[in-house]
């Protein structure tokens, strides 16, 4: 039941998103030099590895580290595209994710995916038992504090969501991300 309805919600997102998609893909190109798409090695269900597209908004070359890494080495914002901010913050740059569920290694709701590096995350996922679940594009913890959060209440997060996942817990986190994502809550950068 739950991949059909990715699937569904995912058909209906690319018509619906199209013209935003595509804003998007030329603001990248025109702004930037490199690829429009950054592909990420992300960690995915039973901690298999898969490349999860995004559009770029960090320069070519920048280091491939989790936002809470990224905060404690550098300033983040001197890796940004001239667009990165506001794509980032408007969440356009997750759009090409919606390839990743179609193809199946991701789901509309789910854990974040972990960065292939972010040892202390998986590690408590697995222990926690949420390395079975397939990560979303957004979830619970992305609902109730996004990068804001540190990993051990993100793992809390996402150990509440695997005991009770539901068709209506869904619903009321896509609900959420929508209000969120235009409010623009919980992006750090």
Known sequence: MKRLLDISLTLIGVVLLLPLIIVTYFLVKLTSTGPTLYWSKRVGKHNLLFSMPKFRSMKVNT????????????????????????????????????WSVLK?????????????????????????????????????????????????????????????QSLWLDCYIILLTIFKVLKRDGISH
């Open 104 to 164: 199946g290694d991701m789901s509309i709701i789910g854990p974040r995916p972990a960065l292939f590096n972010q040892d202390d995350l998986i590690s408590l996922r697995t222990e926690h038992g949420v390395h079975i679940l397939k990560p979303g594009i957004t979830g619970w913890a992305q609902v109730n504090g996004r990068d804001e959060l540190p990993i051990p209440e993100k793992v809390t997060l996402d150990a509440y969501y695997l005991k009770h």
């Open 63 to 98: 280091p491939a580290l989790a936002t809470h890494i990224m905060n404690q080495q550098a300033d983040p914002n001197q890796y940004l595209t001239p667009v990165g901010s506001f794509i980032r913050k408007t969440s356009l740059d997750e759009l090409p994710q919606l």
